[in-house]
């Protein structure tokens, strides 16, 4: 299983990972890149029964391999990937054919049609532009047609 782990992760690296994803996080490499690719003959990836248990552990190797940075970032209480060293992946020549994508169904929410319940409707509201007389030499003339300075005009008024 260590060895379908590291073929997977070179073959999402060198196929799906782009620089511009980076900083990357741990669980979002599992699960959007990882856990959607298996292999045609053994299978699709799973940590626990690997030697590394969890995906952070893998990624330190990765890290000593010199083919990743893996650190803490400030505000974040747990390392994530920070860059990829493409050429390390390129010298490390891992074989990743026999790799194909898997159907990930997202799940939908379907929304239940209550029988019976009135549908609610609201009125139309119309919202028009609105002007309110600040110049003292503008509100003398509108007071003298008789028109308080209180008053609110559309363009059309």
């Excluded at 799906?16 to 990836?45: C, N, W």
């Excluded at 074989?95 to 319940?117: M, N, P």
Aim: charged letters at 35%.
């Amino acid at each position: 299983m260590d060895d379908l782990i590291t073929k997977n992760f070179f073959m999402c690296i060198i196929r799906q990972v782009k620089d511009a994803d980076m900083p990357l996080e741990p669980s979002k490499l599992q699960s959007d890149y990882m856990y959607r690719f298996e292999h045609h003959e053994k299978g699709k990836v799973d940590f626990k029964k690997s030697n590394f248990k969890k995906i952070s552990k893998f990624l330190k190797k990765m890290k000593q391999q010199k083919l990743i940075t893996f650190d803490k970032v400030k505000g974040v209480d747990h390392d994530i990937i920070l860059s990829i060293n493409r050429a390390n992946i390129e010298k490390a020549k891992v074989d990743i054919s026999g790799f194909k994508k898997v159907h990930v169904e997202e799940k939908v929410e379907e929304v239940e049609e209550v029988k019976g319940a009135p549908i609610k409707e609201y009125p139309v509201v119309e919202i028009s532009e609105v002007f309110k007389l600040n110049s003292q030499e503008l509100v003398s003339i509108f007071e003298d047609v008789g028109s308080p300075q209180t008053t609110f005009y559309t363009i059309d008024q």
